[in-house]
């Protein structure tokens, strides 16, 4: 009785594609009896009639298709699906993998070509001392000022005229992070590549080095703190640890997420201001929109609202250094 009712409150339409859903499998078996007497009609038994009577054999033909269809349809199409998925998908899916391990190879090849610094002992005695002194007020780039991308943005806008230098340490993570199987950390590292690729692009050879600094591969920051106070160079990143650790230490950071706070749009409250509101927001009621320089506004009792544009009035502005 529930079901029953549950259907007369069907519509017309709703009714008709329930129908079709219900019965998938009778349809398809009946229309692909049909489809196959009619083929193998024009195609064989128009001239071989089975037992010299018309349509005999193309009958028994369509309905072994029907029993077929209707009974084995569906492991036959899943069997194919699963072939279809290991042998073709798979193999798209390595070709894909081993281009792009290609690509990233070529990537660091390029970028390693301004390395400063040798691999043996030796010739890091004789040279590396003499090299590293001329790197003065240099900017390191770290893993994550890399992988956030907006430092290549400063980049071209001409507001960093200074050496820019990447520990060939940096570069490994970021070409262990493009070979990964999981996709956001293959995206990231691939992503940084293509960043280093265009920075170096754009400072030329002169002013774009790599750095071969020894350390361990959970050291790489204390390493990059020593290196920038001895040689006197500055850090860019967005890494919080590092910060502090880089201004315990005396070294000057610059900090991507302090900058963009610094160049954002400077808002007092009582302003008014035109904003879409694209999701509700974490409190009840609130929703929250974008600037076009990625300020996020949140405005209470805008839930509702969500979708249109609004004239909003500032309440009060607040920044903090992680953006």
Partial sequence: MYSKNLTNNLSNDQKIILFFRNNARLIWATLLAIASLLISRYIYFIRYPFFQYAFVG???????????????????????????????????????????????????????????????????????EEEYSSLSMGIILDTSAIIDGRILGVIKS????????????VINELQFMADKSNKLKRDKGRRGLDVLKEI???????????????????EVDHS?????????????????????????AGVVVININELANEIKLNVLPGELMHVKLVQEGKEN???????????????????????????????????????
């Avoid at 020593?226 to 880089?246: M, Q």
């Avoid at 600037?291 to 909003?312: F, K, P, Y």
Wanted: net charge positive; aromatic share 10%.
């Fill in 58 to 128: 193309e009958i028994i033909f369509a309905i072994l298709i029907f029993f077929f269809t209707y009974y084995l349809g569906r492991t036959v199409a899943s069997s194919i699906g699963h072939w279809f998925e290991k042998v073709i998908v798979d193999s798209f899916r390595k070709v894909i993998s081993e281009v792009w391990a290609y690509q990233t190879s070529r990537i660091v090849e390029e970028i390693n070509k301004d390395k400063v610094g040798s691999k043996t002992k030796k010739d890091q005695k004789e040279h590396s």
């Fill in 224 to 248: 990059l703190v020593e290196f920038s106070k001895k040689y006197n160079t500055k850090i860019a990143t967005v890494d919080f640890n590092l910060n502090k650790a880089a201004q315990v």
């Fill in 200 to 218: 170096r692009k754009i400072m030329g050879k002169k002013k774009f080095k790599i750095l071969d600094i020894d350390s361990k591969s959970d």
């Fill in 285 to 323: 009621g609130q929703a929250v929109g974008y600037l076009e320089d990625g300020t996020m506004i949140v405005v209470r009792e805008g839930a509702s609202r969500v979708g249109e544009e609004l004239e909003v009035a500032i309440d009060k502005v607040l920044q903090t250094n992680a953006g």
């Fill in 158 to 169: 001409g507001f960093l005229d200074n050496m820019i230098l990447v520990p060939q340490n």
